[in-house]
Every structure is written in C-alpha cells, then in structure tokens.
C-alpha cells in the first residue's frame, strides 16, 4: 500500500523556534505538496515540487521554505515559528497525471501549535 | 484563477438515507480533474471519488456516486444508504490537466450520520 509519512503527529514550538516539518514518500512519485488547513478555509497550498530540488510558491508561501534533497522527502520549513502558523500541515505527492488510479496520497497531517 | 466552493458548512442525514454535497467551481479551462476527499477524525485524508471533466458519463464508486455538470460548473456528491463511517469532513477540489498539478480545495462540509 503506497504510503506518505510525516515525522510527527503533533508538534508544539515557541515563537522565534525554527521548526522543520518531514515528509516522505513511498511511491517514486514526482510531485510533492505542502499544504496547510484551517477551519472555514479549506486546504491551502503553501508550495510545492516536481522534481528534486525543484520548488514553487503556491498561494501562501509567506514565512516558509521548502527543501527536496531526495525524491523522496520533502521538508517544510518555518524560518521563526509565529502564532498565526499555528495549525495543520498536510503532505501529500501524487504520480503525473492520466493513470487508471491518479489522485493525491496524503499523510496523516501534523498539528502544530505555536506558543 | 481557480475557486471551488462549497456552501454548506455542515449537513446531517439519517443512517442508511441518501444525502447530497454541493460543489461549484469557477475554471476558464476546459480540461481538468475533480475530487471529492473524505477527512474523517483521523485527519487521513482519503479520495472517495474522481471525475475527469472530458467524460460525460458521471463517476460512480459503490455508495459515493456523482452529478457533474460542466456547463454549470457544478460537481456534487450523492452518498446512498449513509452509514455511521461516512462521517467526515468532505472536500471538493479541482485541478486542471496540463500544467502545474496543484489542487484547489473547497473550505469543506462537515457531513454528521444520525443513527
């Protein structure tokens, strides 16, 4: 079963801390995302990748960066933890598009608080 | 650029009766995919069903069926005979085919199975 995995499930930091969030892959896929969610706002993308050391900004990259060393892991960053980062992140990767069973796998989410 | 909505924060529906979430999306693209996602408190987030804008025929995936309507920009979801597992919340999302593959989430539906 094709998997992706966060190193944490729940995270709790202090303003200022940096604060580095990991996500791995199984699947060999190409494509890898950083998302973040928050009540009455859905999902929002923050950036994402398609190849190693390839990345883009996505609708709110502001006060994060990523890194893609290897295909896969994919690891999100938060240069100085604020309060209003406080949230859920979720990983997800996905193969290119057109296979019979083409959709995004996402991890399980972690909940970080920032104090 | 892209908007998916959801405008039903919340719905409710007696076990083993029929319910529907709605969908509408604005896109200028002709050629595109859409998902409905399942979060339930696990925070997994799991694909349930997935519409390719090109086919006519509506998706169907045992319970989960369905009503797409590409000149309205509509994509809603039926679930038949609910069951006590389907309670989650729900998400809308599109992404078009060529291009960069970012998913565009709605804000969700918390969707509650009344015994």
């Known amino acids: 079963d094709v998997k992706v995995t966060q190193s944490s499930r729940y995270l709790v930091k202090r303003t200022g801390e940096k604060v580095f969030l990991e996500c791995v892959q199984d699947?060999?896929?190409?494509?890898m995302f950083w998302y973040r969610q928050d009540p009455g706002l859905g999902l929002r993308l923050i950036y994402f990748?398609?190849?190693?050391?390839?990345?883009e900004k996505g609708d709110i990259p502001e006060g994060y960066s990523v890194s893609r060393e290897k295909k896969e892991r994919f690891s999100l960053i938060l240069e100085s933890a604020s309060t209003n980062q406080t949230s859920m992140y979720l990983c997800?990767?996905?193969?290119?598009?057109?296979?019979?069973?083409?959709?995004?796998?996402f991890g399980s989410g972690t909940r970080l608080t920032v104090v | 650029a892209q908007t998916v909505t959801q405008s039903q924060p919340e719905m409710s529906v007696q076990e083993a009766e029929t319910v529907t979430l709605s969908c509408t999306y604005d896109?200028?693209?002709?050629?595109?995919?859409l998902f409905w996602y399942k979060q339930p408190p696990s925070r997994q987030m799991i694909l349930v069903i997935r519409?390719?804008?090109?086919?006519?025929q509506n998706a169907t995936e045992n319970r989960f069926s369905v009503n797409f309507q590409k000149a309205a920009k509509s994509f809603s979801l039926k679930i038949s005979d609910s069951q006590l597992g389907d309670a989650a919340m729900y998400f809308c999302?599109?992404?078009?085919?060529?291009?960069?593959?970012?998913?565009?989430f709605g804000t969700g539906t918390r969707l509650t199975i009344i015994p």
């Open positions: 997800a990767s996905t193969p290119p598009p057109g296979g019979l069973n083409y959709g995004y796998t």
């Open positions: 699947m060999d896929h190409e494509n």
């Open positions: 896109t200028s693209e002709s050629d595109y995919y």
């Open positions: 990748s398609y190849d190693v050391k390839m990345k």
């Open positions: 519409q390719e804008a090109y086919k006519q």
């Open positions: 999302a599109y992404r078009r085919t060529f291009g960069n593959e970012k998913l565009t």
